[in-house]
């Protein structure tokens, strides 16, 4: 196998060379879709922080306070925002004489009888018989919560517009929204999933957010993956060649359909991710008559800048300066070329024009060719534009395509799919309600990229200089069909945050763990 | 500007130009031009064996930079900074060039894309310092040549030694004369004989300029300076031969016509340096150029040309209080008392202590 660009695959973890040295700001996923329960309404995620392993203690994965972390809707169709909603994050340590961050146990343990004597310029100064180590954690606030000294408020606001002429308003309405900690573990944080809910809060007009660390709900065979397509074919369909003899990561028609086991290692599993998460009124993000969006998250920094600024008066949206940013899935991974990824993290989605060469060429497909002699569609790729334009499935009505523009493109008026009838290969399986219309989190994103490159949409094609044939693209895939853990049916819809001292990896080897593992 | 360019990242990767980059660093620490065309044919051989090797080609925009070569240069790391936008330090190539041609706005934007990039970066933080003296905020550059110094590894005598040259142009330019010259004496701890030091140094202390600069580079700004010293001091400068060397370049990308309008303006030849004067500045428009067409004006005492060109340098926002002296001597002239006050108390504001300080309080005083 020829050598490969090494920066492919994952969702977004790690993909440009800035953000993987900014992990706070780095969005490892966007998902967009109508809510499964509540279908008048619809849900954006935005994962940032990606690989957080759970037993990193003792600080665990806050989010940063310096940053801007938005969610933005066109609903105009010219790539620009007409509405987004901003989070931005506080920290408070509330207990400065705790040893960690997080500590409980059971009803709290006082100092013994043989405690060691106490001094009083010890920072800790607990006499005979005071609390050494608080209760354990039940709550996110007041009774419960004494041991969970380090804690995370944010706010919320929705900026609708763009520029200088946009309009704020604070959502947060004087609540106190706290962020949920990683789960430490069960003695510290005994009941889990009852203190992670608390994290969910309604925010009046049937808004509803969450914020917290998670369990990473993407999956997928990473180290494969990034090892130059080195995928384990064995572990699922070994014998499947391309016309040149190349073993091609193929799956069987069998385990294709099946979207509940893994034949292969999920390499995201037991890790978390920190998790933003909105749920909002469908009329609150549509234009009447409109019910396609397009939808991207951000982060962003203050900016330094040339000239200083006056310190007394209050940053506006052009002081920040954008670091990353995530429509649909594997954009930057896959198809936006090495020398570029960075400008493309900090450049807004209206101005993609420039990097539609890489989009109607994909550097990907050539790889694929070349990697496994699959054929693949003769460029232009004009196929390709629908993730980029208002085209296709995602036209406006009575709208014009609009620029060029990586958004995730979502039909509000597309039913969500009962759990039963949910593909993880979403539109590709004949599941409307799925990716590439919007981004569900159980949507396989990395099957889907790899045909979509391959051509399987390429429907008037050529594939040097003879016909196309789209039915012929292989079922490509990394034979990592589901997450490790059971995602929620209801808000935020992903798994509560693996336990840092029960954690577990799925390795190489290890049998594949499909679903719900420990 | 002289070689006014930063290294530091010029190294990273530079395999196949390793030799060439080694040249340019070697032309900065002597400030020997000879180098640069060295450099230059070596890249060529580079590109010669494979015309695509974008550091060569990288290298090939720095030494066109050293050579003064800017039009030359900012087309060409245009060019690279389509094909390689996440390239940081292209964008100080292009601020590089659009300051020395004087267009300060676009210097900006490559600048704060710099540092949007990269907010911690030394390259940046060098090229937002130097557009931070021109648009007027001394403190605030001084501010980022010392972060930039912060930065910058203690192997790297020679950029650390570039950036005190720096630093004691901003201290010299606040009226701060004894940190200026003790900061080019660190840049000659660093680097002994660093000839951007000993101008420096020349600057900081002038009754000792033609000591300091003796023995300086071959490289036609260095013999003014070195020239323009000895006649300070009274002492025979080689005038004549500097005079038609310069003029044998006039038309040449790395001329020093800057240096020859302010000869031309201070050795009587009025004309030539008016005449010269104008045609540099339809070719680039930074506060230096402009500033020597003002004095040259001035000197000739076309006082309204002087005053529009001595505005134009002004314009970007700069706090010089030798340009502010000079911009009230004009305005002066011309009577207008109050544009003059306006100067002269804007130079004594940016330091009141400063010898520049007196020159306009006497000034101010005479104007009462």
């Known amino acids: ?518 | 500007m002289k070689l006014y360019l930063s290294f530091t990242l010029l190294f990273a990767g530079m395999l196949s130009a390793a030799t060439p980059a080694a040249l340019l660093k070697t032309a900065r620490s002597t400030g020997d031009p000879s180098y640069l065309a060295q450099a230059e044919t070596e890249i060529d051989g580079i590109l010669a064996r494979a015309p695509l090797d974008f550091d060569a080609k990288k290298m090939r925009v720095a030494v066109h930079l050293a050579q003064h070569r800017y039009s030359e240069a900012l087309a060409e790391a245009t060019v690279l900074n389509k094909q390689m936008p996440d390239d940081n330090l292209l964008y100080g190539y292009i601020a590089d060039a659009q300051i020395a041609l004087g267009n300060y706005s676009a210097a900006e934007k490559a600048t704060q894309w710099m540092i949007d990039q990269r907010p911690v970066n030394a390259p940046g933080l060098q090229r937002g310092a130097r557009l931070r003296e021109v648009f007027g905020y001394n403190e605030p550059a001084l501010e980022w040549w010392n972060s930039s110094l912060r930065l910058t590894s203690s192997a790297d005598r020679e950029e650390r030694a570039w950036i005190f040259v720096n630093i004691s142009r901003v201290h010299l330019r606040l009226g701060k004369t004894a940190e200026a010259e003790k900061d080019a004496r660190q840049a000659l701890a660093l680097v002994p004989a660093y000839p951007w030091a000993l101008d420096a140094l020349a600057a900081a202390k002038p009754a000792e300029a033609s000591e300091i600069l003796a023995g300086r580079a071959p490289d036609l700004a260095s013999r003014y300076h070195v020239a323009k010293a000895l006649e300070g001091a009274g002492k025979p400068a080689a005038w004549q031969s500097w005079e038609s060397d310069a003029v044998a370049r006039i038309s040449a990308p790395d001329n020093v016509n800057r240096e020859l309008i302010e000869y031309y303006a201070t050795h009587g030849k009025l004309d030539q340096a008016i005449t010269l004067g104008a045609e540099e500045t339809t070719r680039r428009e930074d506060i230096d150029t402009l500033t020597a067409y003002a004095s040259a004006l001035y000197a000739a005492g076309q006082l309204s040309q002087a005053r529009r060109q001595v505005e134009r340098a002004l314009a970007p926002g700069i706090r010089d209080p030798r340009l502010l002296l000079l911009a009230a001597r004009i305005a002066a002239d011309l009577q207008d008392k109050v544009a003059a006050s306006k100067y002269l108390k804007q130079a004594i504001e940016i330091n009141s202590t400063s010898p520049y300080a007196d020159q306009a309080l006497k000034l101010l005083a005479k104007l009462s």
């Open chain 1, 1 to 518: 196998m020829m050598a490969l660009p090494a920066s492919s695959f994952a969702a977004s973890h790690r993909e440009a060379p800035l953000t993987a040295l900014d992990h706070a700001a780095d969005i490892t996923d966007f998902y967009a879709f109508r809510s499964y329960d509540d279908p008048s309404k619809v849900t954006f995620i935005l994962n940032v922080d990606p690989l957080l392993e759970p037993a990193n203690g003792p600080n665990y994965f806050p989010f940063d306070p310096s940053i801007v972390y938005a969610i933005h809707i066109d609903n105009t169709y010219d790539a620009v925002e007409d509405v987004s909603f901003e989070f931005r994050f506080t920290t408070t340590i509330r207990a400065p004489g705790l040893f960690t961050a997080f500590v409980g146990v059971g009803n709290g343990v006082n100092a013994p009888a043989n405690a060691p004597i106490t001094q009083t310029s010890s920072p800790g100064n607990i006499p005979l018989n005071a609390q050494v180590l608080p209760p354990a954690i039940t709550a996110l606030d007041g009774p419960g919560s004494a041991g969970l000294s380090l804690q995370q408020t944010y706010t919320v606001t929705m900026v609708q517009g763009s520029g200088d002429k946009a309009v704020r308003t604070d959502l947060t309405g004087g609540k106190k929204l706290i962020a949920v900690p990683s789960n430490v573990g069960p003695r510290t944080m005994p009941n889990y999933p009852a203190l992670a809910k608390q994290g969910i809060f309604g925010l009046g007009d049937g808004i509803t957010v969450f914020a917290g660390t998670v369990d990473d709900p993407f999956y997928i065979d990473l180290g494969a993956a990034f090892d130059s397509f080195n995928f384990r074919m064995n572990n699922f369909f070994a014998g499947a060649t391309s016309p040149s003899g190349v073993a091609l990561p193929v799956l069987s028609r069998t385990q294709d359909a099946n979207d509940a086991t893994n034949y292969n290692v999920d390499m995201v599993s037991g890790y978390n991710v920190n998790s933003i998460a909105i749920e909002v009124p469908i009329s609150m993000v549509t234009q009447n008559g409109k019910p396609v969006i397009g939808t991207w998250g951000t982060t962003s920094r203050l900016r330094t800048t040339v000239r200083p600024t006056d310190p007394d008066v209050n940053p506006s949206a052009a002081d920040f300066v954008q670091v990353q940013r995530m429509g649909n899935p594997l954009i930057n991974e896959l198809i936006i070329g090495t020398g570029s990824k960075d400008t493309w993290s900090m450049t807004p989605p209206s101005q993609d024009a420039q990097f539609a060469p890489y989009a109607l060429d994909p550097l990907i497909a050539r790889a694929l060719n070349a990697a496994f002699g699959v054929a693949v569609p003769d460029p232009p790729r004009t196929d390709l534009l629908p993730l980029v334009q208002y085209a296709g499935p995602f036209a406006g009505p009575g709208s014009s395509p609009g620029p060029i523009a990586d958004l995730l493109r979502l039909d509000t008026s597309a039913m969500p799919a009962a759990k039963t009838s949910r593909k993880r290969l979403g539109l590709l399986a004949g599941d409307t309600a799925g990716f590439p219309n919007g981004r569900r989190v159980s949507d396989d994103v990395t099957d889907v990229a790899l045909r979509v490159v391959a051509g399987v949409l390429c429907s008037a094609c050529t594939t040097g200089g003879a016909p196309f044939n789209a039915a012929n693209v292989p079922l490509l895939g990394d034979g990592v069909n589901t997450n490790d853990v059971a995602y929620q049916e209801t808000f935020p819809y992903v798994g509560w945050a693996h336990s840092g001292r029960d954690r577990r990896h799925v390795d190489p080897g290890e049998t594949a763990c499909a679903p719900n593992c420990p």
